[in-house]
């Protein structure tokens, strides 16, 4: 009886020491046991507040991440900058997709065109006149013998 009790024993031993524990444990759940690392996992632990780099910003837009520095540069997407470090409040950047997201039978805002560019304006000719009668004193004078 000794001998089958010693088993017994050593197999609750061996089954604890295969169970995880505290954060492993969390990811059981999870094919092949990775752990919880993905932006939505985190968005989900840390809440609305939470603060996002660039590159977590990018991943759940699935943009590059050069494209959400060219957004911020443009000043399209909500930011905030602390000591010079770049970061995106989650609620803003929620925001910000139900702001741009188009639904049917909603009219389409119409797009600005162009930048600050100075209205062309229509030269005289008269002055187009007295240029073209310029050129061809001068081709006379220099070019002709």
């Not at 524990?21 to 939470?50: F, I, M, S, Y």
């Not at 639904?103 to 600005?112: C, V």
């Not at 030269?123 to 002709?144: G, H, P």
Request: proline share 6%; net charge positive.
């Amino acid at each position: 009886m000794d001998l089958k009790g010693s088993e017994a024993q050593e197999n609750t031993q061996t089954s604890q020491a295969l169970e995880p524990e505290g954060d492993a444990a969390a990811t059981q759940d999870v094919p092949g046991g990775l752990p919880h690392n993905t932006v939505e996992d985190k968005a989900r632990l840390l809440g609305p507040h939470q603060l996002l780099t660039a590159a977590e910003v990018a991943e759940i837009l699935r943009f590059a991440v050069g494209s959400v520095y060219q957004l911020v540069h443009r000043k399209k997407i909500p930011y905030v900058k602390i000591c010079g470090a770049l970061r995106f409040r989650k609620s803003d950047i929620e925001a910000w997709i139900e702001k741009c997201t188009f639904r049917p039978g909603q009219k389409e805002e119409p797009r600005k065109q162009g930048g600050t560019k100075r209205p062309r304006t229509k030269k005289s000719s008269k002055a187009r006149t007295e240029v073209t009668q310029m050129v061809e004193q001068s081709r006379r004078k220099y070019l002709d013998p």
